[in-house]
């Protein structure tokens, strides 16, 4: 018992410092950069930034091809772009996919005029993105540029964090339009009217679509010439509707000077709202080898100890919100497990203290679990989770075993502790065959083999770490539970028939049986 009490107190110890992540990291054949260029650039500009990156990642000698998109399609960022690698055969390359990227990140930085970043990979759950994301939400503007701007700077500092960006770009050029509500009611134009007239010549508008010699189908978008917006004074000559009419009777067409006053001036790139508030996310990869949850939670306490202007808050999405989630979810899942396992032993063994000896194997497979990660440095993850539910229905079945077959030899009128030898003899075979059967069929699982086979091989090192010592402890622990419990109820069982009244006799009975 002393052994069991000793594995259960180490794995809760080396458990928590493995780290906790949301996905392990995978040695698959493909990846993203994504990159952006100065706000206002045009799409020209990024493409050929986009080429500039794609041409160097193309020298790289495990690069196979690269394929490049920028603009985010109809209404998308102009200066924003990404460019998907794919990489030879992780069988036919020396180095990881970690290393490649880890020598990319620094070459990178090194291309003028753009800004790159490495998108990680989850190809399991989820997809490519930054998977440290915190939304920086507050009521106004101006104080909300501020407190992203000092996250930003402080998550350059903490270790583990790579290639912090932020949703606040800058600044862009714009013209701010301020209609004057008297002179629009004066010549007979609304607000709206000036909103749907301006809108379509600077977004365009889908007028038709065109089919080619070869059967696609195309887009027809009607947008404002360039050259006749490149001033505040050709905007404010844009004809706007009147409801008034002129001398013909035809609706008349004012310039927008006359009701408007139209001035140079900047504005954000983009507005984010988020449950009613403005924000401005962060995203930030993690360096391999740090643990997502610890990154995250030293993001965390960096941004509490800046101390937020009331009214603001940082929010964390992405993988950290995933992994929060899934340790609550697998927590409720344990639980759950272990009361219905309860249930089932205690209605089969009609005990209620048989079957806490069964379940004493349970914990006992915490310490392999630990010692397995540990031996292979992981760290606690989705996978490395499932598989830890997973055992919780395989480990109970040694126990089941063994106190099954006491059970039986004690019914035959065999006493307990010739029983429980018998029982531990008779049933070992069965149970190490069983073990092992389990053991070599995660292996292959859990050499990661293939690719992105590692993200999948914590769940099988878990099950066969678990497997091992609690099958080990089992053997020994369950036998001594399951006498300590026999003893604990017989006990109980004798302190109560003591303490039973005993029924008083009636005198004349006693008389009358006796006789005179």
Not at 125 to 133: A, E, T
Not at 176 to 201: E, F, K, M, Y
Not at 394 to 414: A, M, P
Not at 420 to 436: G, S, V, W
Request: net charge neutral.
């Amino acid at each position: 018992m002393l052994v069991a009490l000793v594995s259960i107190a180490a794995a809760g110890v080396i458990i928590p410092r493995l780290g906790f992540t949301w996905m392990p990291d995978a040695n698959s054949d493909d990846f993203s950069v994504g990159f952006r260029t100065a706000p206002g650039s045009t799409l020209d500009y990024t493409l050929g930034k986009g080429r500039e990156i794609s041409d160097f990642l193309k020298k790289h000698p495990d690069v196979e091809y690269t394929y490049l998109t920028a603009g985010g399609g109809f209404r998308g960022t102009p200066n924003q772009g990404s460019v998907n690698v794919q990489l030879r055969r992780h069988d036919q390359r020396d180095r990881t996919l970690t290393e490649i990227q880890n020598q990319l990140r620094g070459q990178l930085r090194q291309i003028t005029g753009v800004s790159a970043s490495i998108n990680q990979t989850s190809s399991i759950f989820g997809g490519r993105g930054q998977p440290i994301r915190v939304n920086i939400q507050g009521p106004e503007q101006s104080r909300l540029k501020i407190a992203a701007g000092r996250v930003y700077e402080e998550m350059k500092t903490i270790p583990g964090v790579a290639e912090p960006t932020s949703s606040d770009q800058g600044d862009i050029p714009q013209l701010d339009v301020s209609v004057d509500r008297q002179l629009a009611w004066a010549a007979g134009v609304g607000i709206n009217a000036v909103g749907t007239t301006l809108q379509p010549l600077f977004s365009g508008t889908r007028a038709t679509r065109w089919e080619d010699p070869q059967g696609y189908q195309h887009d027809v978008i009607v947008v404002y010439p360039d050259s006749l917006r490149k001033s505040a004074a050709d905007v404010a000559n844009i004809p706007i509707s009147s409801s008034n009419l002129d001398a013909n009777g035809q609706p008349a067409i004012v310039p927008l000077s006359q009701v408007a006053d139209v001035r140079s001036g900047v504005g954000p790139q983009q507005i984010e709202r988020r449950q009613l508030e403005r924000q401005i996310n962060i995203s930030a990869g993690v360096i391999p080898g740090y643990p997502l949850g610890d990154v995250a939670a030293a993001v965390k306490a960096s941004i509490d100890s800046l101390g937020l202007p009331p009214g603001y808050h940082a929010v964390f999405t992405g993988d950290v919100q995933n992994l929060n989630d899934t340790k609550g979810y697998v927590a409720e899942a344990l639980i759950l497990a272990v009361v219905f396992i309860y249930l089932i032993l205690a209605s089969l063994f009609g005990s209620f203290l048989q079957p806490l000896a069964i379940m004493l194997a349970l914990p006992l497979s915490f310490i392999g679990v630990a010692l397995a990660l540990l031996l292979t440095r992981g760290n606690m993850n989705v996978m490395s989770m499932i598989g830890i539910i997973m055992l919780m229905g395989l480990v109970t079945k040694n126990g089941i075993l063994l106190v099954d077959f006491t059970n039986q030899q004690r019914e035959h009128g065999s006493d307990r502790e010739h029983s429980i030898l018998t029982a531990a003899r008779t049933r070992i075979r069965p149970i190490i065959m069983t073990t092992f059967a389990m053991v070599f069929g995660m292996i292959p699982l859990a050499l990661a083999i293939g690719a992105g086979a590692e993200q999948r091989a914590p769940m099988a090192r878990a099950v066969i770490g678990g497997l091992v010592t609690s099958t080990l402890l089992t053997l020994f622990v369950v036998p001594v539970m399951y006498t300590l419990l026999d003893d604990a109820a017989s006990w109980a069982l004798s302190r109560r028939r003591s303490h039973r009244p005993v029924a008083p006799v009636d005198p004349a009975v006693t008389d009358g049986a006796f006789g005179d």
